[in-house]
């Protein structure tokens, strides 16, 4: 008999500042018209200072936890999607384990910056398809607004800060039908933070590691990618479109996502869009999207959910849903 990865339990949470567009406008040169016009946000949320991405990443976890029925004690994978992790190392994944009371399962994270979580649930659906895991907690989590330079205007307007999990059970039924994931490291500098451990520390040391994109460049990249990766993700499993009952693209932009959608031919009923209230929140965006949706009862059990990413590297993913 096979074994499968079902979506046991969802949870997200919001750091409680809410940063809006009129609060921008007092610290760059925006304007309320231009963000909405261009990206679609209104307001995003940002953590305190004193909070950091394993902190959101608790949050997240315990609600998912709770809504799987579930323990920290019955989970035996923790993976944590993020860009912004609490330490160089250890990972946040184990601070989380710490924080959750629990040891010796396996714990890490994953970096593929806004696509991390479509990683992080390709990486846990073979964990428990192959019968090396049964119940895994999957989070992206992130504190984006610390690496995003408050002066520049181009990118500081984009981003937010949240963190979004799952619990992915083992199940004799399909509950993820599909994952497809790729890279092109080609365009490694068209979206990055040029500055790590190993290469430019000293600007970190200084405060100076900040994203920076080359914003039209990513626009099409996103696009091109999102919608093709739906296709893709359709004939792997021989579907037709309008069997997708909700889509919940990577929020970075309400453009981005409506193109995608048009390209593909689904609808905006069938869209769930968070990116006007969290910015784009990277690797927490998808998890909290979804879980937004199956909260406010949109997303039900049986529903056919594609969950898909874009991120730097480039990074780009998808996951066909049985819920
Ligand atoms: N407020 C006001 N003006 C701004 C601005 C801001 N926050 N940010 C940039 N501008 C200016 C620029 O300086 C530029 O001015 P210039 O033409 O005089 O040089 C102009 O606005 C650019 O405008 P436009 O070309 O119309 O922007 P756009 O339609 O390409 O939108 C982005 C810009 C960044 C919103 C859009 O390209 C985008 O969303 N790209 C993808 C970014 C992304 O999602 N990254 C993460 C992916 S995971």
């Known amino acids: 008999m096979n074994t499968y990865s079902r979506i046991a339990g969802t949870g997200s949470y919001l750091p409680e500042r809410v940063i809006t567009n009129a609060d921008l406008e007092e610290m760059v040169d925006t304007s309320d018209e231009w963000i909405r016009s261009r990206s679609g946000i209104r307001e995003r949320r940002i953590a305190a200072e004193d909070e950091f991405t394993c902190d959101l990443a608790e949050r997240a976890a315990l609600s998912a936890i709770e809504s799987a029925g579930t323990t920290p004690g019955d989970i035996d994978l923790i993976i944590v999607a993020t860009t912004t992790p609490d330490l160089v190392f250890p990972s946040t994944a184990c601070l989380l384990q710490e924080r959750l009371g629990v040891a010796g399962a396996p714990a890490f994270d994953v970096q593929a910056v806004c696509a991390g979580f479509l990683f992080a649930i390709d990486v846990a659906d073979k964990f428990i398809r192959t019968g090396s895991a049964t119940r895994a907690l999957v989070i992206g989590a992130e504190t984006f607004s610390r690496i995003v330079d ?34 092109d490291g080609r365009y490694n500098d068209l979206l990055c933070v040029p500055v790590g451990v190993s290469r430019n520390f000293d600007k970190i040391k200084v405060g100076e590691a900040f994203a920076t994109m080359d914003g039209g460049e990513v626009f099409r990249w996103a696009v091109t990618a999102m919608s093709d990766i739906i296709d893709e993700t359709l004939v792997a499993n ?38 006007d209230r969290h910015g784009n929140t990277s690797a927490a965006s998808v998890p909290l999207a979804l879980d937004e949706g199956v909260r406010d009862g949109r997303i039900r059990q049986g529903d056919h959910v594609l969950i898909e990413g874009f991120g730097g590297g480039f990074t780009w993913g998808s996951a066909l849903i049985r819920m």
């Open 238 to 275: 021989s579907m037709d479109r309008t069997q997708i009952d909700w889509l919940v693209p990577h929020q970075a932009n309400i453009r981005i996502i409506n193109a995608v959608g048009k390209r593909a031919r689904i609808p905006g009923e069938k869209v769930i869009v968070t990116v």
């Open 150 to 183: 408050w002066t520049d205007r181009r990118v500081c307007v984009l981003f937010g800060d949240g963190a979004g999990a799952v619990v992915l059970e083992a199940d004799e039924r399909p509950g993820i039908l599909s994952t497809h994931l790729h890279s």
